[in-house]
Structure formats: structure tokens, C-alpha cells
């Protein structure tokens, strides 16, 4: 993750997201270790019947062909990957919904946008608590399939995998912004969770469907349906890609993300390229899913078409999907990856096995062995977890540290014009001054009071004068409020209370939705420095969504930004 991303973030938030996870993974390793325990008491004995049977039906399964391990071994990774990512500092934020869930809403229809909404509400409203639960699942996914080969546990990872995949394709994907203006193998579509979906069905299926080629034929037929049905989506007139603007927009998407300038080159290239030849750009790509989908098909698939297949895949993944992983909140290594998981997993490598004879295969460690080493690092990371989450918290605080204060970044380039007269305007006489709160998001994407984040807009107010204050929330998904708080409270990351007397929104907890108007207002009576919020717990403020509110001794008020 990029380190100027924590410039964005709350200490506070990122300290209670770690001690949270840590809390709850040192939690439940203990409960894990406590119930093997008792399970290896009660079997101590290695001839235990249920041991011998466990063992017969591993070695005594008909053999499969390299496919299926190729596919077990290749999801248990991503999987932990997955997991691994999810613990990123923003995902406990709402940085993690402006910038991965929130580009899922462009193009869809209303009926998903609603649903869409629905879902991020639920997530922001708990999201710390959604964010740590997303770490552990897909960690016990990734453990589970790769300790439980062809066993019980692993089979319980897959079905899990299955149950947890569904909200994640709607939620987390837009179902693949299949039903968007635009969708784009080159944006993910149809995205990653199908291709996870689809091998942990193919793995729970019966071994004769792997042994009679069954698989690989079904791969075969589902991968050219999706690379014909991309190349179509390509070449729509609708979706725009034939014009200058279509690719370099998708593009220009990724350029503006933190990363390498060895990541970022080739897609600047191919940005001003794609705008200066679109026609050109767009064609290679229809052709080339075409030429993969007829391919499969027509059971044409000798060294190009895998030269062809490699180069694709590896393309895309790098100037269209960005690795999937780059930016810092990145969730899992995108589709492309996984595509070709499954094109060697499930199809190339999972043709008819010729033989069903069982095939011992000598352990190369010996089994008590592993379980040693397994009993001494689970505790080891056990001691650890609940140490970072339950000990020296406690001693942190008994010895009066504190988080330190919400860091302030600067721009890489602020905004060429700004108008006051549109957030404010007063009156001298009446000591009276009109100001316009809007919830919205900067040119980052990120969410703002009338375009500025991270406090980069100072509303400056006479003390004594009256404030009459219009809000009205522009943002699509999330429900927002205003409020003027003393800016200690933003420090700590709430709870937030009105620094003066009405000085809130109506129903500020709550929040309203998109396009909602409301008015209010306050007297400034004391002098000093506070903050405009979203009291929304959200944790919008944490991602941003703030600006500096001074009073002073002045004679006029005013509105500057950074």
C-alpha cells in the first residue's frame, strides 16, 4: 500500500482497526487450538479407526489429473491473498468504498443502484466491524483449502467460499458491471469471483467428472462463451471504446492511482495512444477475444493461441485491470488472474485421466513431524495476536500515550478557480452570513465539503454573527449530515456533538440520502478553531470528509482554500 495513503486516514481508526483484528484472530486461534487438543486427547491413538479411514480415503481416491491440483492449490493462494489485502489500513475507512466499491455505480441501472446503496450503507455503518470480519473469512478460506486438501476442511472452505462470494459479486463487483454502459474485460468484467466461484464448484464436484474429462469440456465451453460475449461487449457502439475518449478514460482511471513509475508508464502510453488511435486499439482487442473464444470452440488451441492467451491476459491485467492490487485498496489480484487459473486448472491441464488406479504417493515430511510444527507456530501466532490486540494496548494507554493528531497532506495540483460567492454570502449590517455546505467529493474522488477534503477549505466566521446554513448531500450512495464540531472531536475521531447551540443538521446521526436539502442555523459566540463534519458514523471523516471552521475577531467572513 502506498505510504501517503495513511495521510488520508484517522490514526485513531487505523489503531482500532488493528486491535480489533488482532483481537479477534488471537480469539479464535486459541479456541482452534483448545478444540484440537481435546480432539487429539480423545485420539491419541494413530490407529484410531476414524484416522485410518481419513487416511484410506485420501490415498484410495481415484487419481485426478493435474488440473484439479493445479485449481485447489492456485484458489487457496488467491484466497490468502485476498485476505492479506483486505487488511489494508483504508479498508476499515471509507476511502475503501470511494475508491474500489463506488466505481461499481457508474452506468448501472437503478434497480442495482438501489441495491448497490443498500449494501454500502449496511458496510459503512459497521465498518470497522465489516472490514475485520472480511480479513478473517477470506484467511480461513485461503488456510482451509490449503491444509485441507481433498479432506473435510477444505471442502467446508469451498462451500464457504461459495456463501461468501455471492455478496461480494454483487457488492463488491456490481455483478461484474455486466448491466453497466461500458462493462469491459479491461475493467474486470465479468469479475473475479466468477472465475472463484466456478473452481470451487468444479472442485466440489465428484471425482468421475474429473476422471471422464467432464470438467475440461464444461471449461472449454464456459471460457469461449465468456471471451466471445467480452469481445461483443468490446465492440458495442454503446459502450464508447471506439471513440477517443472510451479507452483513454479507462486508462486514465488507473494513471490516477498511487504506484511505481515502473507500473505507470505503460499505461500512460497506452492512454494518449488509445486517444490518438482508438479505432485501431479497440479492434486488436475485439479480435484477440474473439480469436480465443472461436479458438476454444473449435478445439484450435496449439502454441499461438496459448502465445496469444499468455500475452492477452498478462496485458490486460497490467494496462487495463492494474494489477488489481495497486493503490492501496485493492482487494484481490483482479479477473485476470483467475482466468487463467481456470483455463489451466479446469481445462488444459484436466483432460480424461486414462487410469483410475489409485497412485500412492510417499509424504515427504512425516506426519508427526507436521503436526509439531503445526501445534508450535499456531501458537506461536496465537501469543502474538492476542499480545498486539489484548497487552500492549493496555499498556500503551496505562502509560497516557495517545494517537497522534490527524496528519494534513498537500495536493499534487489544486483547483485552477474557485468561487466563493457559490459557498458564501453575508450581510454586514445584519451580521449575517449565508453559507452553502455540500457533500460531495474532490477531484481525487475522495468525499468533501464543497469539493475539498482533508480540511483544504476554511470557512472563517465573524465571532457574534449569525450563520444560516444550507446542506444539501450530492454524494449518490452514502447518507451524509453537517456539523460544526470542536475540532479536538475530529482529532479523535468522534463521537461529535454541535460546537454551538444548532449549529447541526436536522437528524445528523442518520444522515439524509442523495439530493436532500436542509437548513439550520447558529450564532457563533465563541472564538476558536473547529471543523465541519459529516456526523454520519460512516467514518467519513475519517477518509476526509472535513474542513477547517474558524471564528475570529474579524470584520467580514470569508471562504479560502488551499
Same mark, same amino acid.
Given at each position: 500500500?502506498?505510504?501517503?495513503?495513511?495521510?488520508?486516514?484517522?490514526?485513531?481508526?487505523?489503531?482500532?482497526?488493528?486491535?480489533?483484528?488482532?483481537?479477534?484472530?488471537?480469539?479464535?486461534?486459541? #479456541?482452534?487450538?483448545?478444540?484440537?487438543?481435546?480432539?487429539?486427547?480423545?485420539?491419541?491413538?494413530?490407529?484410531?479407526?476414524?484416522? *485410518?479411514?481419513?487416511? *484410506?480415503?485420501?490415498?484410495?481416491?481415484?487419481?485426478?489429473?493435474?488440473?484439479?491440483?493445479?485449481?485447489?492449490?492456485?484458489?487457496?493462494?488467491?484466497?490468502?491473498?485476498?485476505?492479506?489485502?483486505?487488511?489494508?489500513?483504508?479498508?476499515?475507512?471509507?476511502?475503501?468504498? /470511494?475508491?474500489?466499491?463506488?466505481?461499481?455505480?457508474?452506468?448501472?441501472?437503478?434497480?442495482?443502484?438501489?441495491?448497490?446503496?443498500?449494501?454500502?450503507?449496511?458496510?459503512?455503518?459497521?465498518?470497522?466491524?465489516?472490514?475485520?470480519?472480511?480479513?478473517?473469512?477470506?484467511?480461513?478460506?485461503?488456510?482451509?483449502?490449503?491444509?485441507?486438501?481433498? *479432506? $473435510?476442511?477444505?471442502?467446508?472452505?469451498?462451500?464457504?467460499?461459495?456463501?461468501?462470494?455471492?455478496?461480494?459479486?454483487?457488492?463488491?463487483?456490481? =455483478?461484474?458491471?455486466? +448491466?453497466?454502459?461500458?462493462?469491459?474485460?479491461?475493467?474486470?468484467?465479468?469479475?473475479?469471483?466468477?472465475?472463484?466461484?466456478?473452481?470451487?464448484?468444479?472442485?466440489? =464436484?465428484?471425482?468421475?467428472?474429473?476422471?471422464?474429462?467432464?470438467?475440461?469440456?464444461?471449461?472449454?465451453?464456459?471460457?469461449?462463451?465468456?471471451?466471445?460475449?467480452?469481445?461483443?461487449?468490446?465492440?458495442?457502439?454503446?459502450?464508447?471504446?471506439?471513440?477517443?475518449?472510451?479507452?483513454?478514460?479507462?486508462?486514465?482511471?488507473?494513471?490516477?492511482?498511487?504506484?511505481?513509475?515502473?507500473?505507470?508508464?505503460?499505461?500512460?502510453?497506452?492512454?494518449?495512444?488509445?486517444?490518438?488511435?482508438?479505432?485501431?486499439?479497440?479492434?486488436?482487442?475485439?479480435?484477440?477475444?474473439?480469436?480465443?473464444?472461436?479458438?476454444?470452440?473449435?478445439?484450435?488451441?496449439?502454441?499461438?493461441?496459448?502465445?496469444?492467451?499468455?500475452?492477452?491476459?498478462?496485458?490486460?491485467?497490467?494496462?487495463?485491470?492494474?494489477?488489481?492490487?495497486?493503490?492501496?485498496?485493492?482487494?484481490?489480484?483482479?479477473?485476470?488472474? =483467475?482466468?487463467?487459473?481456470?483455463?489451466?486448472?479446469?481445462?488444459?491441464?484436466?483432460?480424461?485421466?486414462?487410469?483410475?488406479? $489409485?497412485?500412492?504417493?510417499?509424504?515427504?515430511?512425516?506426519?508427526?513431524?507436521?503436526?509439531?510444527?503445526?501445534?508450535?507456530?499456531?501458537?506461536?501466532?496465537?501469543?502474538? +495476536?492476542?499480545?498486539?490486540?489484548?497487552?500492549?494496548?493496555?499498556?500503551?494507554?496505562?502509560?497516557? &500515550?495517545?494517537?497522534?493528531?490527524? $496528519?494534513?497532506?498537500?495536493?499534487?495540483?489544486? $483547483?485552477?478557480?474557485?468561487?466563493?460567492?457559490?459557498?458564501?454570502?453575508?450581510?454586514?449590517?445584519?451580521?449575517?452570513?449565508?453559507?452553502?455546505?455540500?457533500?460531495?467529493?474532490?477531484?481525487?474522488?475522495?468525499?468533501?465539503?464543497?469539493?475539498?477534503?482533508?480540511?483544504? #477549505?476554511?470557512?472563517?466566521?465573524?465571532?457574534?454573527?449569525?450563520? &444560516?446554513?444550507?446542506?444539501?448531500?450530492?454524494?449518490?450512495?452514502?447518507?451524509?449530515?453537517?456539523?460544526?464540531?470542536? +475540532?479536538?472531536?475530529?482529532?479523535?475521531?468522534?463521537?461529535?456533538?454541535?460546537?454551538?447551540?444548532?449549529?447541526?443538521?436536522?437528524?445528523?446521526?442518520?444522515?439524509?440520502?442523495?439530493?436532500?436539502?436542509?437548513?439550520?442555523?447558529?450564532?457563533?459566540?465563541?472564538?476558536?478553531?473547529?471543523?465541519?463534519?459529516?456526523?454520519?458514523?460512516?467514518?467519513?471523516? /475519517?477518509?476526509?470528509?472535513?474542513?477547517?471552521?474558524?471564528?475570529?475577531?474579524?470584520?467580514?467572513?470569508?471562504?479560502?482554500?488551499?
Amino acid at each position: 500500500m502506498p505510504y501517503s495513503l495513511l495521510n488520508y486516514i484517522n490514526p485513531v481508526t487505523i489503531h482500532t482497526f488493528y486491535v480489533s483484528l488482532f483481537q479477534a484472530t488471537g480469539v479464535i486461534l486459541l #479456541m482452534v487450538l483448545v478444540g484440537v487438543g481435546i480432539r487429539h486427547m480423545v485420539r491419541k491413538n494413530p490407529d484410531h479407526p476414524e484416522i *485410518r479411514e481419513e487416511d *484410506r480415503a485420501v490415498k484410495e481416491s481415484p487419481q485426478y489429473p493435474r488440473g484439479y491440483n493445479i485449481l485447489w492449490w492456485g484458489l487457496g493462494i488467491l484466497w490468502l491473498i485476498d485476505g492479506l489485502l483486505q487488511a489494508q489500513p483504508p479498508m476499515a475507512t471509507s476511502m475503501f468504498v /470511494d475508491m474500489d466499491v463506488a466505481t461499481n455505480v457508474t452506468g448501472q441501472p437503478h434497480w442495482l443502484l438501489v441495491l448497490l446503496g443498500a449494501g454500502i450503507q449496511a458496510w459503512t455503518t459497521h465498518q470497522i466491524a465489516s472490514a475485520v470480519f472480511a480479513v478473517l473469512i477470506q484467511m480461513f478460506i485461503g488456510v482451509g483449502i490449503l491444509l485441507g486438501y481433498r *479432506r $473435510p476442511l477444505g471442502r467446508i472452505a469451498l462451500y464457504v467460499s461459495l456463501l461468501w462470494s455471492i455478496p461480494v459479486w454483487i457488492y463488491g463487483e456490481g =455483478l461484474g458491471n455486466l +448491466f453497466a454502459s461500458g462493462a469491459s474485460w479491461l475493467t474486470g468484467t465479468p469479475g473475479a469471483v466468477i472465475f472463484y466461484i466456478t473452481g470451487a464448484i468444479w472442485l466440489l =464436484l465428484p471425482p468421475k467428472y474429473w476422471t471422464s474429462g467432464k470438467i475440461a469440456e464444461w471449461t472449454r465451453y464456459l471460457m469461449a462463451g465468456i471471451w466471445l460475449l467480452l469481445a461483443v461487449f468490446q465492440a458495442l457502439p454503446a459502450s464508447g471504446y471506439w471513440s477517443s475518449q472510451g479507452l483513454y478514460n479507462v486508462f486514465r482511471y488507473n494513471t490516477l492511482m498511487p504506484q511505481p513509475a515502473i507500473f505507470l508508464d505503460p499505461i500512460t502510453w497506452a492512454m494518449h495512444q488509445s486517444s490518438l488511435y482508438p479505432v485501431l486499439f479497440n479492434s486488436i482487442m475485439v479480435t484477440v477475444m474473439a480469436y480465443l473464444g472461436v479458438m476454444m470452440l473449435i478445439k484450435r488451441t496449439g502454441k499461438l493461441f496459448w502465445t496469444v492467451t499468455i500475452l492477452w491476459i498478462f496485458a490486460s491485467w497490467w494496462l487495463g485491470q492494474d494489477f488489481g492490487i495497486v493503490g492501496g485498496v485493492g482487494t484481490d489480484p483482479q479477473a485476470a488472474p =483467475l482466468a487463467l487459473l481456470i483455463m489451466l486448472g479446469g481445462w488444459w491441464y484436466a483432460r480424461k485421466v486414462e487410469s483410475n488406479q $489409485p497412485k500412492a504417493v510417499a509424504p515427504l515430511v512425516a506426519r508427526s513431524v507436521v503436526k509439531k510444527l503445526g501445534w508450535i507456530s499456531t501458537s506461536v501466532l496465537t501469543a502474538l +495476536f492476542l499480545l498486539f490486540g489484548f497487552a500492549i494496548p493496555q499498556v500503551v494507554v496505562a502509560q497516557g &500515550d495517545k494517537p497522534a493528531p490527524t $496528519p494534513h497532506y498537500h495536493p499534487a495540483a489544486p $483547483p485552477t478557480t474557485f468561487n466563493p460567492h457559490k459557498w458564501m454570502q453575508y450581510n454586514v449590517k445584519t451580521k449575517t452570513v449565508h453559507l452553502l455546505l455540500e457533500a460531495s467529493v474532490n477531484h481525487f474522488g475522495s468525499l468533501a465539503f464543497d469539493g475539498y477534503a482533508n480540511g483544504f #477549505m476554511t470557512i472563517t466566521i465573524p465571532k457574534g454573527w449569525t450563520v &444560516d446554513a444550507t446542506f444539501i448531500n450530492e454524494q449518490v450512495l452514502l447518507k451524509n449530515s453537517a456539523m460544526i464540531v470542536p +475540532f479536538g472531536q475530529l482529532q479523535q475521531g468522534g463521537p461529535f456533538t454541535p460546537a454551538f447551540p444548532g449549529a447541526t443538521s436536522p437528524d445528523p446521526i442518520t444522515g439524509v440520502n442523495h439530493g436532500v436539502v436542509q437548513h439550520f442555523h447558529f450564532v457563533a459566540g465563541q472564538d476558536g478553531k473547529y471543523a465541519v463534519v459529516s456526523a454520519v458514523p460512516d467514518g467519513q471523516s /475519517d477518509s476526509g470528509m472535513w474542513a477547517y471552521f474558524l471564528v475570529k475577531n474579524v470584520s467580514k467572513p470569508q471562504v479560502t482554500v488551499k
